[in-house]
């Protein structure tokens, strides 16, 4: 899909690295990421071939729309820095790879939040009240990021979509409380399954520094999201802090 940029003013080269700049560091970051959850599906299903095909259905979506938002990220950076090349006045505008981004990445959240929700709901039965509750924001995210894509394409310029990056940066924060939600009740619930014996319990408090730091990392990296979506949502920081934190 092109854009029409012939009458729009040019941007001046100054505001490259609040632009192209966050652009790519975005991409190149969720990149790397992408990688790590690779690694992670593919360990996954080499330690655990005999869980559900409904499990590892999830799995594999988280995959898919990873590798899709993965996409979305390169066509947008080389529709900007190739396709464009030297044609500041583009930058004016968001290709519709970044508009559809948040609708995609919602995806990839909400099923990774099932695969850990679907989990805690089997091995601690007297937390599925707060299970459900973490399942009801995470369909509030996902209603939020679908109403505001379809808003974006109605959007011409970038400057103009202030309104509906901050309602994502808000809807993102469902997001990331059911994600905190969902971490605690996976700390309180490994917390309960020591055993006593040095090497499982070993296993265990590995698994909460992980799912700890899991949900650190991704309250950090949402919380940039919103900071950059309520003081800076002109340029393309909350994109790129999006690229990230919704593949974390």
Known sequence: MSTDVSDTPALSPSVLHHTLGALLLGTNFGLII?????????????????????????VALVLMMDAVTSAFGIYACYYTMVDNFLRAEVLLYSPWSIKVYPVCGGLAMVSCQSFFAWRVW??????RFLVVVAGALSIGELVVLIASTVCVFAIRLHADMRGVIRTIALGSLLGVTADLLLTAMLIVTLTRSRTGFRRMDSKIHTLIVYAFNTGLLTGLCNLFFVVFAFTIPETLFPVAAGFIGFKI
């Open 34 to 58: 992408y990688g790590v959850t690779l690694f992670q599906a593919y360990r996954y299903f080499c330690l655990y071939p005999r869980d559900s095909y409904v499990l590892k259905a999830l």
């Open 122 to 127: 089997r091995v601690a039965p007297k937390l």
